[in-house]
């Protein structure tokens, strides 16, 4: 009991936080699955999935890498004080243009093109993820890694009352219901960039250390940014043509299942924001922490027990070829568990700043799941599931074989 109590006091900090970061993520997890129960359409359920796998898709390339170059930039410095500044003028700068671009497309596909009304939501939710994955990694360098919590779950719980109040009050569903905080949060955001960079005092901010900066970061960065949108796509490629290439019911189908796997994923994210800054700060640039490892492995196992079990009580109560359906979700499962432990290990490339290994390692999960696309001559769904589980298990082992072979250690 003594170990336990003591165990626990170590962690109070991690858990309190993964805690809020739960509640939050328990809100965006839930969102279309209360959508889905409340209203019982499912078009407008992968609809929703679709808009979310668009921007996951697109986010890598839009931030430049600058949040991934964050915490290199802040362990080399110097003037880590002066580094958080001129990282955030930098943003904020970014977050405009990109809100000018996103505005542009509306406006061209509002007048120009038969109104596509998704490209509302895809821009607002681009921008809000932009945003918050950005304030995550300036928070947690500031040893403030609850404070991009609170701003997700203000964002979030709006979200969550309006579709509430629609529902018990019988009004019929709109997609703006679900990203309505989302929508807010950009808008407001957007103005207090343009009056901290037009109209607030900007004399210490030197434009030839923006585009120093700009430099670094791409040239940092620009592996990693093809690497993760080349993930992204795989794991997002059914979910993006789920309305094209496969019946309701196996759209369906595929987004549960990737929906509940996402708990996975969201445990591997809290655990991932809480813990790397203490990667990045270690000297020895070829150790893997083992306390580390063993405590997201161990905090991972347990998410993917319970997606397991929950996924499956789902299924023997939904469906009937339990068979087939219980082989695709564990195929998926499986995927985004091992995808987790993957881009866990890849953190220690960009320690390095050998981005580059990470970019050969997206190319050959890439070939892997083309290849395995092209080959299968077997139902869609079946086909897309065996293809992100190999491509992914097999770069798995492959990261693993390099890290050894560059005398990486766990200690």
């Known amino acids: 009991m003594e170990k336990i109590i003591t165990l626990f006091q170590k962690n109070k900090p991690l858990l309190r936080f993964m805690a809020l970061s739960y509640l939050d993520k328990a809100i965006i997890f839930l969102l279309p699955l209360l959508v889905f129960q409340f209203f019982k359409d499912q078009r407008v359920y992968v609809s929703i999935e679709y808009i979310y796998s668009i921007t996951t898709v697109i986010i890598p390339l839009v931030d430049l890498?600058?949040?991934?170059?964050?915490?290199?930039?802040?362990?080399?410095?110097?003037?880590?004080?002066?580094?958080?500044?001129?990282?955030?003028?930098?943003?904020?700068?970014?977050?405009?243009?990109?809100?000018?671009?996103?505005?542009?497309?509306?406006?061209?596909?509002?007048?120009?093109?038969?109104?596509?009304?998704?490209?509302?939501?895809?821009?607002?939710?681009?921008?809000?993820?932009?945003?918050?994955?950005?304030f995550a990694s300036y928070y947690r360098l500031t040893n403030k890694p609850e404070k991009a919590v609170y701003i997700t779950l203000f964002s979030n719980v709006l979200s969550l009352s309006f579709l509430f109040a629609y529902f018990f009050s019988g009004l019929e569903f709109s997609l703006w219901l679900i990203f309505i905080g989302q929508i807010l949060f950009s808008v407001f955001y957007l103005f207090k960039c343009v009056i901290d960079v037009f109209f607030k005092e900007n004399k210490d901010f030197d434009n030839h250390k923006l585009k120093k900066l700009i430099l670094s970061?791409?040239?940092?960065?620009?592996?990693?940014?093809?690497?993760?949108?080349?993930?992204?796509?795989?794991?997002?490629?059914?979910?993006?043509?789920?309305?094209?290439?496969?019946?309701?019911?196996?759209?369906v189908l595929l987004s549960l299942v990737q929906r509940f796997s996402m708990l996975i994923f969201l445990t591997h994210s809290s655990i991932w924001a809480f813990i790397i800054k203490d990667i990045y700060v270690e000297k020895n640039l070829f150790v893997i922490r083992r306390n580390l490892l063993y405590k997201y492995l161990g905090f991972l196992t347990l998410a993917l027990v319970f997606v397991i079990i929950v996924t499956e009580i789902y299924l023997v109560y939904n469906y009937v070829d339990l068979f087939r359906v219980t082989s695709i979700s564990a195929l998926i499962i499986g995927q985004t568990f091992f995808a987790c432990i993957y881009a866990y290990l890849e953190m220690h490339y960009g320690r390095e700043n050998k981005n580059i290994i990470k970019l050969y390692l997206a190319l050959f999960s890439a070939f892997v799941f083309i290849m395995l696309l092209i080959l299968l001559d077997i139902n869609f769904l079946e086909r897309i599931s065996i293809a992100m589980f190999v491509s992914t298990f097999t770069s798995l082992l492959l990261s693993i074989f390099v890290l050894y072979k560059r005398n990486y250690k766990i200690a």
């Open 65 to 134: 890498g600058l949040a991934g170059y964050f915490f290199y930039a802040y362990r080399n410095s110097d003037n880590q004080e002066a580094t958080l500044k001129i990282f955030v003028k930098t943003f904020q700068r970014l977050y405009l243009l990109i809100s000018c671009i996103g505005l542009v497309l509306i406006a061209v596909n509002y007048y120009g093109f038969e109104y596509e009304p998704f490209i509302v939501f895809i821009v607002s939710r681009l921008l809000f993820v932009l945003a918050t994955v950005f």
């Open 217 to 251: 970061t791409l040239l940092f960065s620009w592996p990693s940014l093809l690497q993760v949108f080349i993930m992204m796509y795989i794991t997002n490629y059914g979910k993006m043509h789920v309305l094209t290439k496969m019946n309701l019911d196996d759209g």
